[in-house]
């Protein structure tokens, strides 16, 4: 163990002041006159991640820096600073006003990351609709990445975002693949609170060339209009899809539906003769979830115990025992 003397201990509280941190000195800089030594120093701060946590007031003033780089790298920074970054989200939900696209952009992405904090931290909660607001105000944007960023953002909101349901059904025939696929993905994560776009939502289920999407709006569907089962009958069609994986998807989805989706059994039973192995075990467990002990679903199911596939055959076996427990 290493002993300091009583004349050492007190010349070391005489030491001058140590050399800043990383972040504390680009604190500082954040404050330079120098507009490009205030963007490297956000800069430095992105990389740093949460370890910049103790930046977050001063990344936030750096938001209304009057020059753009700045404003962009800050919102960037602030992305990746962890929890305590949720207490500028109002100050990013003005970003997405910014003149320049860059700083529209990036304000987006950090507020659909600071998105678990905001909707579950009770001190943040106030700042949900500001911050779903201003996103909803993106998805129009002329910018691809600025529309990319607030539909992915607010599907981090989930049902909070029910207010832009429209606004993100409308982004299902954008230009852009990517912009279309997070639209979809959103309008999941929203589920029953994205009433107001049911017209548009099985519009697309029915027509849009996409088979991906066309899977996940009747996801959407079913979720929302559990009362009529209009989404029902737009996963039974997605069961037919050339794609595997959305065979699979589909056998799965309506499986999540327990009772509701007892109407698709017939077209389960049928895809126990799929060619895949996946969709034949999602089959088998989705037919046990939704509870139709009807004759030919179990003669279905006992069938599967002899398949050439373990999984499936487990699928069944469990399918069967929970027929039996109703």
């Not at 691809?144 to 029910?162: I, K, M, P, Q, T």
Request: include cysteine; hydrophobic fraction near 45%.
């Amino acid at each position: 163990m290493i002993r300091l003397s009583r004349a050492s201990l007190f010349a070391a509280l005489l030491v001058p002041n140590q050399a800043p941190t990383e972040v504390e000195q680009a604190i500082r800089d954040l404050r330079d006159p120098d507009a490009y030594v205030r963007a490297d120093a956000a800069e430095r701060l992105r990389h740093l991640g949460e370890a910049a946590s103790p930046a977050v007031p001063d990344l936030t003033v750096a938001l209304r820096d009057p020059d753009a780089r700045v404003r962009a790298e800050a919102a960037a920074a602030l992305a990746w600073a962890g929890f305590e970054a949720a207490a500028s989200a109002r100050q990013l939900a003005a970003s997405t006003r910014d003149t320049e696209p860059a700083v529209r952009s990036r304000a987006a992405f950090a507020l659909g990351g600071l998105a678990k904090y905001v909707v579950h931290v009770p001190e943040y909660r106030g700042a949900i609709q500001d911050v779903v607001g201003a996103l909803c105000g993106l998805l129009t944007d002329p910018l691809r990445d600025v529309r990319v960023n607030a539909v992915s953002g607010l599907g981090h909101f989930g049902r909070h975002a029910g207010v832009c349901a429209l606004g993100v059904a409308g982004l299902l025939t954008d230009s852009d693949d990517d912009v279309r696929m997070f639209a979809a993905g959103t309008l999941t994560a929203i589920g029953s609170s994205a009433g107001t776009a049911l017209p548009l939502l099985e519009r697309a289920a029915s027509n849009h060339p996409d088979a991906e999407i066309r899977y996940r709006v009747a996801v959407t569907i079913a979720s929302i209009d559990a009362k009529h089962q209009s989404g029902i009958p737009k996963l039974v069609e997605c069961l037919a899809s050339e794609d595997y994986t959305i065979r699979a998807n589909a056998a799965g989805s309506l499986g999540e539906l327990g009772t509701k989706a007892q109407s698709a059994a017939p077209a389960l039973v049928r895809a126990l003769g799929d060619v895949h192995p996946l969709i034949r075990s999602n089959a088998a467990s989705a037919l046990g979830r939704i509870g139709s002990a009807d004759a030919a679903v179990v003669r279905a199911l006992k069938r599967a115990l002899r398949d050439a596939d373990g999984q499936v055959q487990q699928s069944a076996s469990r399918a069967l025992e929970a027929l039996r427990k109703q």
